[in-house]
């Protein structure tokens, strides 16, 4: 399975993403997208394929998106994307593409979604919650 994962290694969202992938036995290609952004066609193409709004995979949080107005609802998908590729960290992560589709993987474990090929065995987020346990299924959340 042919997959890609545009990659910010800071993030601990798309390192517990990336790891999702491996653990089902894959070794994507890995875009680290603040070293290497995608083009405007790329972009355009990876946002339509996640069928969600451009404004939804601009990330806010420790970004310009504040000091660019980029909060301001006259803007056009156009503007966005123009800034998304002038300021790279803009980008939401990880997005993930794969046969099954393109998404926005947040939380991470929307990557499972995409994924054919089944967890190897358990799994724990960085941040100790267990996403798999040791016979490879998926572990429910607690409410």
Known sequence: MSITI???PA????????????????EPTVIEYL?????????VDLIARTGQPVRALIRDKGT??????LGNPALTDDQLIDAMLAHPILINRPLV???LGVALCRPSEKVLDLLTE????????????????AEGRRVKPST
């Open 97 to 99: 593409v794969t046969p």
């Open 11 to 26: 993030c601990g969202t798309s390192r517990n993403t990336l790891a999702m992938i491996r653990n089902a036995g894959v």
């Open 118 to 133: 089944a967890q190897r065995g358990a799994f724990t987020k960085e941040d100790g919650e267990a996403v798999i346990d």
């Open 35 to 43: 070293k290497t952004p995608p083009d405007r066609a790329t972009l």
């Open 64 to 69: 310009p998106f504040d000091d660019l107005g």
């Open 6 to 8: 545009y990659h910010n």
